[in-house]
């Protein structure tokens, strides 16, 4: 299976251990990995902002890219990108043409986890990791794309990893784009209730499949002066204890 | 001038105006498709069985007799636990009979006088079905006048036939119908609830606190 | 399109003042407590009722369909439910706006010679500001469900559809009662509610008029359904000698069977039980003089924006809505700051989509940003709204400013900074090289405002959402080097 990687741009500039470790399991798992350099962003700022028109400008962009690309997947450490991908129709939706490439970029479009899971039939990619985790699910990868057990099946799979499932796993951390910096103050109230049940689960890490998150998260906890850390999913499964 | 009536309609048709639903109107047998209906209930111990249970847990209190005479008794010993002295009874038969039997108790029709019945102790109805899935009583204004007897008293007692509770919500709605849609049908699960302080629930805040149903087993 | 003629209004509407409302709200610790207590027990009752219904996936589709099938032909169905409701003796008014239904309330209460009006819960009353207008008159309209008359005592709106003043504690409660109807204090809440009892059977007694919302009206029979919990729907359609209800254009199913469906959703949704306590289905006033029951019922239509949400199946799902509150209590904002900070009477996710579709956006266009887009509420609406489409579509049309409802010059002015910035954004994204360069820069300059000290501080009021970012959160620094860079070396060495 040859699979290009879309390391989107939070991952890009921010986190780009994440892209390594994305690139590393897949490996693992088998794949061919590529990195298609054209690669900028999918659109989704400005998407969930309401500037439709620059949305479709940089969306169109991302379905050029990978047309020319002819790998068989399309692969994201990101639920929330590879979401946004799977909305990009509705930016063309007086437009039949751009609707059907946006339709097709989206059929070859997966995240990491459930694409290990759902496509490659890989559940243990032999990572070891010491300590109790918790999973926090991402809205877009849960509500979007439906996932919910395959990263918790790859986590349970990590050898020394411990997996504590909390009641709030399935809150949204606060996040929601440019919405955590146009009402911070909610945002970070929603942040707090979440972070009660983690704090009482005694993890040393929360894990999750979108670094957006992660930067919500880990930078709430690191303001608390919290011990827990924040973990990407594609570290995690890169780990060897 | 227009009227609102024709804006309001102009309106809609000038929105509506070249929408193409993507939805053609249900059939009546689809729109009829029972989703969700609990299954299993054809037989009548089995509706017996789940009425009981479903309206036992919304604090409903189910007594089963086995004629007419045992009602009588039923509902003299729920008219001495409240003290009840004076009834306001529907003008149904079968009420008319049972509850005549309490020579005790001063009984009056509860929609010819409303200032007795606002100082009655408790009312007396029958019901025209029973649902079993919801543990529902299910009256007709036009099988008789049980309106404000079943709901301004502090204690509603309804006088069931176990022959006559059907299935499903579903069935309900077709029996509504088959009996050519009274001015008004009745729906009742149970006393009268409120969860608008704190969310804590109290019954009885504006209908009855207590619902009794005797359920006669009539064959 | 709204009729030109037409002023859609949405009663005691501060729907801008989100943003500091909110903030009001997320500092009252007793507000947040009993916002959490509501939601997680709602949710929870919900999910119990939900997972005990095998088709409860295939019956949100059917009421989906159901409700697309009605308003996409609404003129069809409309016409047959007034015919049907005519035929069955029921006096069928209607109002273009909130003003216009007002004011038919009123001529009608003054016709009947109506001094108390026993009002059961109605979120379109609530909507258009009936009581006020009434009281204007010099009318009395009594609030009879036990959280909407403690709300009307208090001289307050509601913050939760379904539980009007979950916001009051029970002391709040009590102190309320002894000052406004001079009764011994007492914080028993069985107390209370029969103190409400005491004082609202005089006005049942009294009332001349009683007016009811509605829940869902039937077109191929002209019947209306009212959902309750208390009775006292039942006894203000019940005693007075005339009784009107109170709905919206959208509130039509075609078919009577299609109710079995609705009644199963609605009450698991709103507030898990598997039916609420009463449900009454009234067809027209009653046969004979001799029966109980109101002489008259009377029925009032109201559009107030409705119909220009029709045109487009994006904005048409809005009044698919059946009022059940569901989106409210899985709400991560709702749990956050409540009700009362959407400053509508529709509050939560479908607050904040029909408050600026049926009020005007540049009335509300806070409320389509007040949503991080999680979608929890597309995952428990009972007829399926996609509300973080509608957010996001009314999100476009506040920052474009290509109406219809018309956005505001300020507005626009109000946005023009944002705007650039996404324009350049997208000219950035859009090509592989310009992208490179500007992340080469940014990752050069960000790590100044992500550190603590002087710079940051500097950076902080140069740039407002990093100034908002790092009040409650540190700033992830940018790496040294992006991921491409690492990636070309790594596979450079490979």
């Known amino acids: 299976m040859r699979v290009s990687l879309f390391v989107s741009c939070l991952v890009d500039q921010l986190w780009p251990s994440v892209g390594l470790a994305a690139a590393d399991v897949l490996r693992r798992a088998g794949c061919e990995v590529d990195f298609n350099d054209e690669q900028t962003c999918c659109g989704q700022p400005a998407f969930n902002t309401g500037y439709r028109d620059e949305a479709r400008r940089v969306a169109q962009h991302m379905i050029e890219t990978y047309e020319g690309d002819t790998a068989d997947a399309i692969v994201m450490p990101s639920g929330s990108c590879a979401a946004m991908v799977h909305h990009l129709r509705e930016l063309f939706e007086d437009d039949e043409a751009w609707r059907a490439r946006a339709e097709a970029l989206a059929q070859r479009t997966f995240e990491l986890g459930s694409f290990l899971v759902r496509e490659l039939d890989v559940e243990d990619v032999g990572a070891r990791f010491d300590g109790r985790v918790t999973w926090h699910d991402a809205c877009h990868g849960l509500r979007d794309l439906g996932i919910r057990d395959e990263p918790r099946r790859l986590i349970a799979n990590v050898s020394g990893a411990e997996l504590v499932d909390v009641h709030s796993s399935e809150s949204c951390c606060g996040f929601g784009g ?38 919500q998260i880990g930078g709430r906890l690191q303001r608390r002066k919290s011990a827990v850390r924040t973990i990407h999913l594609a570290e995690l499964l890169a780990s060897r204890g | 001038m227009s009227t609102a009536r024709d804006a309001v309609f102009a309106s809609i048709r000038k929105n509506l105006a070249g929408v193409q639903s993507a939805e053609t109107p249900l059939d009546r047998g689809t729109a009829a498709t029972r989703l969700g209906a609990p299954q299993g209930l054809d037989e009548r111990a089995a509706r017996v069985e789940r009425f009981t249970k479903v309206l036992t847990s919304v604090d409903g209190r189910v007594h089963r007799v086995a004629n007419e005479a045992e009602a009588s008794e039923v509902l003299r010993a729920i008219a001495a636990e409240h003290g009840a002295r004076l009834v306001a009874l529907s003008d149904a038969p079968q009420v008319q009979r049972i509850a005549g039997a309490l020579a005790d108790l001063e009984t009056f029709d509860g929609s010819r006088d409303r200032a007795r019945l606002l100082e009655c102790d408790l009312g007396v109805t029958g019901a025209q079905h029973g ?85 006669i087993d009539d064959d | 399109m709204n009729d ?120 379109t009353t609530e909507e258009i500001g009936l009581n006020h207008v009434l009281e204007d008159a010099g009318l009395e309209p009594v609030e009879t469900d036990l959280g909407e008359w403690i709300i009307q005592l208090a001289g307050e709106t509601p913050s939760h559809i379904i539980a009007p003043a979950i916001h009051k504690t029970r002391g709040q409660i009590a102190d309320l009662f ?189 409320l389509p940003f007040a949503s991080s887009l999680c979608g929890a ?57 310009r992208y490179r360069v500007a992340g080469w820069f940014a990752r050069k300059l960000q790590p100044l405002g992500a550190r603590p000290g002087l710079v940051q501080r500097v950076a902080r009021k140069l740039s407002p959402p990093l100034g908002a970012w790092t009040a409650g959160r540190e700033l992830r620094p940018a790496a040294p080097r992006s991921f491409r860079e690492l990636w070309r070396e790594q596979e450079g060495s490979r």
């Open chain 1, 178 to 215: 440019t919405f955590s910096v146009k009402y911070p103050e909610v945002s970070v109230a929603m942040l707090d209730q979440k972070l009660q049940a983690v704090e009482q689960a005694d993890v040393q890490a929360i894990v999750s499949g979108d670094v957006s998150c992660l930067m």
């Open chain 3, 4 to 123: 030109p003629g037409t002023e859609p209004r949405i009663a005691h509407l501060a729907a801008n003042d989100f943003p500091e409302l909110a903030k009001r709200a997320l500092d009252d610790s007793t507000l947040r407590g009993a916002l959490h207590h509501v939601t997680d027990l709602f949710g929870d009752k919900r999910e119990n009722a939900v997972a005990a219904m095998p088709e409860w996936e295939a019956m949100r589709e059917r009421a989906r369909r159901v409700k697309e099938e009605t308003l996409s032909r609404l003129d069809h169905y409309l016409e047959e439910f007034v015919r049907n409701a005519e035929a069955a003796g029921v006096h069928v008014h209607f109002a273009r706006d909130a003003a216009e239904a007002c004011s038919a309330v009123e001529k009608l209460a003054q016709r009947f010679g109506a001094q108390t009006i026993a009002k059961s819960k109605s979120m």
């Open chain 3, 377 to 433: 509420c597309r995952d428990v609406c009972p007829v399926k709204i996609d509300i973080p489409r509608l957010l996001l579509h009314l999100r476009g049309k506040i920052v474009t400013g290509d109406g219809p409802p018309h956005v505001g010059r300020e507005t626009r002015k109000g946005r023009f900074l944002e705007r650039m910035t996404f324009r350049a954004w997208a000219w950035w994204m859009s090509g592989a090289r």
């Open chain 3, 178 to 366: 002894a000052d406004e109807l001079e009764v011994e204090r007492t914080d028993d809440v069985q107390e209370l509610c029969s103190i409400a009892r005491r004082f609202l059977r005089k006005s049942f007694a009294d009332a001349d008029l009683g007016i009811s919302g509605v829940n869902f009206a039937i077109a191929e029979t002209g019947s209306f359904l009212v959902l309750e919990n208390e009775g006292n729907a039942r006894l203000s359609t019940s005693m007075p000698r005339r009784h009107l209800g109170v709905m919206g254009i959208e509130k039509l199913i075609p078919r009577f069977e299609d109710l079995e469906v609705f009644l199963r959703l609605l009450p698991r949704s709103g507030t898990g039980q598997h039916l609420t306590s009463y449900q009454s289905i009234f067809t027209g006033p009653k046969a004979s003089p001799d029966d109980e029951g109101p002489d008259e019922v009377h029925v009032l239509i109201l559009d107030n924006g409705r119909s220009a949400l029709l045109g487009d199946w994006v904005t048409r799902q809005s009044l698919g809505c059946i009022r059940c509150g569901a989106c409210l209590n899985v709400c991560p904002v709702y749990k956050q700051v409540g009700g009362h900070a959407y400053g509508s009477v529709y509050p939560g996710p479908i607050g904040a989509v029909i408050t600026p579709q049926l009020a005007g956006v540049e009335k509300a266009k806070t």
């Open chain 2, 131 to 215: 649902i079993a899935e919801t543990g529902t009583l299910v009256l007709f204004s036009e099988s008789e006048r049980h309106r404000l007897t079943s709901l301004v008293p502090p204690i509603h007692v309804a006088l069931v036939r176990s022959s006559t509770i059907v299935p499903t919500l579903g069935e309900a709605l077709a029996e509504a119908r088959r009996a050519g849609l009274p001015p008004l049908v009745s729906f009742i699960t149970g006393p009268s609830r409120t969860g608008d302080i704190e969310l804590t629930i109290v019954v009885g805040v504006h209908g009855p606190k207590t619902l009794h149903v005797i359920l």
